[in-house]
């Protein structure tokens, strides 16, 4: 009887082990499917921010370009423009060069005794 009551023991205590070793089963279990959830949620969000990251990089890279093109445009117009004055001033000087010429010549030949016979 003392042997009975020592196997029926060991049984118990077995049982409780194998409960205990399976409750600490699922709780690994659990805990690993929370960590795999997590993980497959950062591997969704990873590539979603780095789209996010690369699209923004190329809108601030766009908007430079934007901003570096306007720039180049407004420095453009401003060469053009100066460009024109200078051809406009050159337009006046030749012709003011020209009446001067015309001057010279005129003066010069009224002042050159004209042979009239």
């Known amino acids: 009887?003392?042997?009975?009551?020592?196997?029926?023991?060991q049984e118990q205590i077995d049982a409780q082990v194998a409960r205990e070793l399976e409750e600490q089963q699922e709780t690994e279990d659990m805990r690993m499917n929370e960590q795999i959830a997590r993980d497959a949620e950062v591997a969704r969000i990873h590539p979603?921010?780095?789209?996010q990251e690369s699209t923004e990089k190329a809108d601030i890279q766009k908007a430079e370009?934007?901003?570096?093109?306007?720039?180049n445009q407004k420095l453009l117009g401003m060469?053009?423009?100066?460009?024109?004055?200078?051809?406009?001033?050159?337009?006046?000087l030749e012709k003011e060069q020209v009446k001067k010429q015309k001057s010279s010549e005129e003066a010069l030949e009224s002042k050159t005794p004209t042979d009239e016979v």
């Open 79 to 92: 060469e053009v423009q100066r460009f024109q004055r200078y051809i406009i001033q050159g337009i006046i």
């Open 48 to 51: 979603e921010e780095e789209i």
């Open 1 to 9: 009887s003392d042997t009975l009551k020592k196997k029926k023991l």
């Open 65 to 71: 370009e934007g901003v570096l093109y306007g720039c």
